[in-house]
């Protein structure tokens, strides 16, 4: 499991001509939509209308179950910055946080986290109660016990999100097989490379599809918890839990914003590149291999490994 850490005849124009017709007439009336949208006071925005769309509606009594699922090597900022959010969720009308938060793994024997932060899980996959909302963060191998809990469990859900790359986690779960999803930028590539049937999306801080999402790297997790905290209860309960949390990042309103590492980096003969993880190596140390008369170079056996099974796809010209 990558972590942060190691850090693609006459008929037939006749009906071409109909759909370029219709197209045109498609476009116009978005167009016209939009125009008229802007201009009607009160109108509400995409965003707002998204937000409509991926409206969560809560329960009228009781709490929202939140499972953190958790290994060995979890990251910690992964996991304690949404358990964060959901701990001071400040929803209208009530006392309290609205979630009920708790842990679950393969045991209840203590983990050990990154920086060494030691957890003893509450759960484990055989007893956990049914969670609504699902948060999985960055770390080690899953089992497969774990996974199998996922695919289940994502069945009733609301939300199963990952933070960083937990991503791979949901992809090895195969719920993100066909969709798009995006992960920490140190490992947009090995990802890509990994599942080729996910649309990794760069400089995002979150991708939300509605009952899965993926967070970028890190303090992404508290931008899409926020933003789960507003399908349920509304921008304003969203807005007053950052207010006590004093967080004052705004990714959670603008989920494209991570615009620095949107771009994909660009491998030189002075500065070459890991085919597959992107990562800056050195060449005088480095796995490399010549491949058509062209020296590539790894930064480690994995990434090497991953290339060999299909080196056209890794290379770029």
């Known amino acids: 499991m990558l972590t942060r850490r190691s850090y693609q005849p006459k008929t037939a124009m006749a009906a071409l001509d109909n759909r370029r017709a219709g197209l045109v007439r498609g476009l116009f009336a978005v167009s016209s939509f939009l125009l008229t949208c802007i201009a009607a006071p009160g109108c509400a925005s995409i965003n707002e209308r998204d937000h409509e769309y991926l409206r969560i509606e809560p329960p009228i ?8 699922v958790l290994s060995s090597g979890a990251e910690v900022v992964d996991f304690a910055g949404p358990w964060g959010v959901f701990e001071y969720a400040n929803s209208p009308n009530r006392q309290g946080s609205p979630f009920q938060l708790f842990t679950v793994a393969d045991s209840t024997t203590p983990i050990k986290c990154s ?56 992809a090895k779960a195969g719920l993100l097989s066909g969709k798009t999803a995006t992960t920490h930028h140190g490992a947009y590539g090995y990802f890509a490379a990994s599942f080729p049937d996910v649309s990794v999306k760069r400089g995002a801080r ?30 304003d309960a969203a807005e007053r839990t950052a207010l006590d949390l004093e967080y004052q990042g705004t990714g ?18 002075a500065r070459p590149l890991c085919p597959i993880c992107e990562m800056e190596v050195d060449k005088n140390g480095a796995l490399a291999e010549l491949y058509k008369g062209r020296k590539v170079y790894f930064c480690g056996e994995s990434c090497k490994n991953l290339f060999d099974t299909n080196p056209q796809r890794f290379l770029k010209p």
């Open 252 to 269: 959670w309103k603008a989920p494209d914003s991570n615009a620095v590492y949107a771009k994909a980096p660009v491998s030189t003969d």
């Open 206 to 235: 979150y991708v939300d599809l509605g009952n899965v999402a993926t967070a970028g790297g890190l303090t992404s997790g508290i931008d899409l918890a926020l933003r789960v905290v507003e399908r349920y209860y509304g921008r």
């Open 115 to 170: 920086g060494g932060l030691s957890i003893i899980p509450d759960y484990t996959f055989a007893n956990a109660p049914k969670p609504r909302i699902i948060v999985i963060p960055a770390m080690g191998e899953p089992s497969e016990a774990m996974l199998s809990w996922i695919r289940e469990s994502s069945k009733q859900t609301d939300v199963t999100m990952s933070v960083c790359t937990g991503s791979f986690v949901l």
């Open 61 to 68: 009594s009781g709490k929202i179950p939140v499972a953190f």
